[in-house]
Each structure stands twice: as structure tokens, then as C-alpha cells.
């Protein structure tokens, strides 16, 4: 049997990023070491990290109870307000967000300063989103369907400035655009914020899929970008299945002769796609 794995699959920047600057303070000994949230979307990895002493603070209420410490922001990024609640109670803060994150706050920011709405492209309430939320001055809308697209309007008369979540699909992002585009709005700055290797990664699982007799997508439960992923990879190859571990993967599922294709979500380890390759040779 054949075993493609695809040559984008794994840790993005950002994350591999994000993980490496938690060990960096464990190493240097700080205690007590926070990340707000999970610091990526990954079971495994979170649970290793508690191991060695890493708490996760789940949400602003939690935040306002910290005393002393580091926190670590996640890759996702947090709302302007956030970085003020930890500035006033003076903890250390270690800002891992991802930089293609960060230059969306900046754009919104800017163009909801001057009175523009903002439209993100995305998944409403996934924490890169409620971020992003979080750096805009004036009206914001989440859509993240065709049918909310054509549902949305603006009666303000304001320019409308559109973004995209980093990890979200690209072909979907076009069409909700193209939806707004035709409604007749005087004035609409899009701009594509999708990261670059989220597309790649995309593409590529999409070509993998179209070839494979059965398709492998590995990443955690609650990652956005897997979940997309795993759909593009299923309109492509019925057999395709969605695993979190190794334990997840039942190899009678595999076909015994012909291609096996294998992708990874944005914050699954390296060591994990690995040994699915490996299990789907035996």
C-alpha cells in the first residue's frame, strides 16, 4: 500500500512558535507559568504541558483571580482589553501570538478607528475570532456561511472593511465575499488575512485526497482549521476519517491495496503523523 503524507501537515509557524516560547519559560524556571487558554488546540500537547506545571487560564473572570505569574498568550491572540487586565494587575506577559494574527488587530483596529465596519470571515466564537473581535472600535459582524452572507446587511452607509480568519477555508471565503460584493455597497476593502500556510496546506490536502483510496486527518477535537481540513478532504474521498490519537486509528478501515493519504491540523505534533504513517506500513 502507498502512504502519502502531505509535506504541509503539522505545526504552522505559529504554533510550533506559540509551544516553543511555554518550554522557553519552564526551562528558565518561572513559576507560576499561565497560558490564557489552551495554548493550541491539541489534547496531547496541553496535557504534557500540565504535566510539567502549566495552568490554563479559561477566561477573563479566571485572568482577574491571577495574582502573580507569567502568562503566555496563545497563538490565537487575545482582545485589546485582555492585555490591559494583565498589564494592571503586573504579570509578566509573554505574547505568542501568532504575527499573521497580530496583523489583523492591526487592520481592523485601523479601519474601525476611521469608522469603517468590519465584516470577519469565520467561525463566531472561536477564540482567534473573539481576538479579533475585541480590536475593533465600532460594529463588527461575524459570518461564516453562505446563508449568513446573503442575510447580512448594513444600513450605517459606512465604507465595510472584510477580513478572514487565518485558518478558515479559502474557496468558502471567496464565495461569502462574492456574495457581499454583489449587494451594491458603495465602498468594501476585502482583504484576504487567510494565512499563507493554511492555503498550502489546504491545496494540498485537497490534491492528496482526489488521488487517495482512503484519506487520514489527524489534529485535536476542537481545532477549527482540522475541521476544515477534514471537510475539504471528504468532498474529495468518501473513506476519509478524522483521528486525534493514534489509539483513534483503526487500520480494517484501510484498504489493503492502493494510496493512503495523510494530513495533519496546524497544531498536531510531528511525532504523531509519524507514527500514523508508520502503523498504516505495517
Not at 494574527?101 to 475570532?129: A, F, L, M, T, Y
Not at 482583504?191 to 488521488?211: F, H, P, V, Y
Request: glycine share 8%; net charge negative; aromatic share 6%.
Amino acid at each position: 500500500m502507498e502512504v502519502i503524507v502531505a509535506k504541509t501537515a503539522g505545526f504552522c509557524f505559529g504554533v510550533k512558535r506559540a509551544v516553543e516560547q511555554v518550554y522557553q519559560q519552564i526551562e528558565a524556571g518561572k513559576k507560576p507559568i499561565y497560558t490564557y487558554g489552551p495554548i493550541i488546540h491539541n489534547e496531547e500537547v496541553v496535557r504534557e504541558l500540565e504535566e510539567k506545571g502549566v495552568q490554563i487560564i479559561d477566561g477573563e473572570e479566571e485572568l482577574k483571580q491571577i495574582t502573580e505569574g507569567t502568562v503566555i498568550i496563545r497563538s490565537h491572540g487575545v482582545a485589546e482589553h485582555i492585555y490591559r487586565i494583565m498589564e494592571e494587575k503586573k504579570l509578566d506577559i509573554v505574547d505568542a501570538t501568532c504575527p499573521f494574527v497580530k496583523k489583523i488587530h492591526r487592520i481592523v483596529h485601523e479601519h474601525s478607528s476611521k469608522g469603517e465596519e468590519v465584516v470577519i470571515i469565520g467561525n463566531d466564537g472561536h477564540p482567534e475570532v473573539e481576538g479579533i473581535k475585541g480590536w475593533c472600535c465600532g460594529k463588527v459582524t461575524v459570518l461564516g456561511s453562505e446563508e449568513e452572507a446573503a442575510s447580512f446587511r448594513s444600513d450605517s452607509g459606512n465604507p465595510i472593511c472584510i477580513v478572514s480568519q487565518t485558518t478558515f477555508n479559502y474557496k468558502k471565503f471567496d464565495k461569502l465575499v462574492e456574495i457581499i460584493s454583489k449587494m451594491g455597497y458603495d465602498r468594501v476593502d476585502i482583504l484576504n488575512t487567510i494565512c499563507s500556510a493554511t492555503e498550502e496546506r489546504q491545496s494540498e490536502a485537497r490534491e492528496i485526497a482526489a488521488k487517495a483510496d482512503s484519506m487520514i486527518v489527524i489534529g485535536g477535537s476542537h481545532s477549527s482549521n482540522t475541521r476544515k481540513l477534514y471537510e475539504i478532504c471528504q468532498k474529495e474521498c468518501a473513506n476519509t476519517y478524522y483521528i486525534q490519537t493514534i489509539k483513534d486509528l483503526d487500520i480494517r478501515l484501510l484498504p489493503s491495496r492502493g494510496c493512503v493519504g495523510i494530513t495533519a491540523g496546524a497544531s498536531t505534533p510531528n511525532n504523531l503523523i509519524e507514527e500514523v504513517s508508520k502503523q498504516c506500513q505495517i
